[in-house]
């Protein structure tokens, strides 16, 4: 076992090495220092992916003898994970990571362009290895059931199908309630310089009581987290002049995640369980930050005197006010941007769209054409500016087939998580007042200490004495709406 963790231990070295390279290249590197920087990252990353598949970690895997729960669960999780891509050839392997590093640097250069004909060609060659993979990755039915392993452990295509069609239903319903109530009033509708949004979101860090000790906060162009070492999580933001709701919810968003990873135990680190249970269970979290209690009233009442002091031409909207202009329901194009119930038809599109492909039933050089039927067909609008439509997400082109899907089924987990949550503590008042030390205490003692020792479905069972389901989502939908919206939806 000792041996066994060390192994792991050297892995995680290299991946800390090659975390903070990537987060420097998005944050502070030169531009021109991006090539180079490229190789440094595959010749790091092709290193700990040989040792991740070596004889060497098989042999320590298979002799080891586990002597306590967590033993138990690195042995399980480590030898899933080794033999499911020891299967994978390493020339595939590679051949994958070069095509999908070129590819989606295309990607940047066809969406500037708006001209998808320029990723085409690479994108094909992308789906064609990402189809091959299942064959390594194995699956029982469904191909696309490989690639969605990857990112949320025991979730099948037949599973996502039986959750998002009604749930499909139910967002073109409250969607057509919400607009035939009108409009609501935006008070974020302005320009606010980055300095001031830059303050006010220091300040919101220090109000959600992060520590400034394990974490800090920069700028990057699509914001993210990454977790670099032990004690150490790198998030970002962004400040767009007319768009200050973004720099916020991006902060509280990218905190989320980060909680998550720095509220693992130390004694996991480096392991195969020292990471989150899986893609969506971190999205849940991040979602939960920023949706569930950061567009919430109670929120909004705890900090609306600051807002107001670094915000005062704001200071003729009530907290009411500004608590319905976070929360505005619209139709729109970009994912990212979109609110809490038109989100789930953005991820439905791209999920429906990525499942016909990896079966054959849908062909690259007709993505642009079925993308813009289907978007007309779920929101209504016309698409004229392909950077607006398919080539809007990186995912794709990055090789990222399955990922979708667990933005949604964040979402999903975290209203269920939130439903049992209020059960056991008066979340409203702790918000209210504060208090996220208690909130982030119930969710580290539920979720963040487990690690990675569950899979998605046994973990969100222990902590809501519950199956997952999609009802607790469409409850809070439906109440929270009703409530912003003043009506019955
Ligand atoms: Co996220």
Redesign the pocket.
Known sequence: MDKLKEYYQKIAKYSSASALLYWDMQTYMPSAASEYRAEVLSEIGSYAFIMSVSDELGNLLKSATPSSEIDEATVRVGLKEYEKYKKIPAEVFEEMLRVSTICEQLWQKAKKERNFEIVEPYLEKVVELSKEMTKYLGYDNDPYDALLDRFEPGMTAEELNRIFTPLKEFTVKVLKGIEKVGKVGDPFEREIDPERQEKFNRWLLTHLKYDSTKCRLDVSAHPFTNPIGMNDVRITTRYVPNDPKNSIFSTI?EFG?AQYALSIPDEFYGLPIGSSTSYGFD?SQ?RFWENILGRSLPFWTGIYEKFIEVFPEMASYSVEDIWRGVNIVRRSYIRTEADEVTYTLHIILRYELEHALINDELSVKDIPAAWNELFSKYFGLKIDDISLGCLQDPHWYGGSFGYFPTYLLGNLYAAQIYDAMKKEIDFDTLVVNGEFDKVRGWLTEKIYSKGRMYEPKELIKKVTNSDFDSKYFIDYVTKKYSRVYSSNL
């Open positions: 968003h995640h999205e991040s």
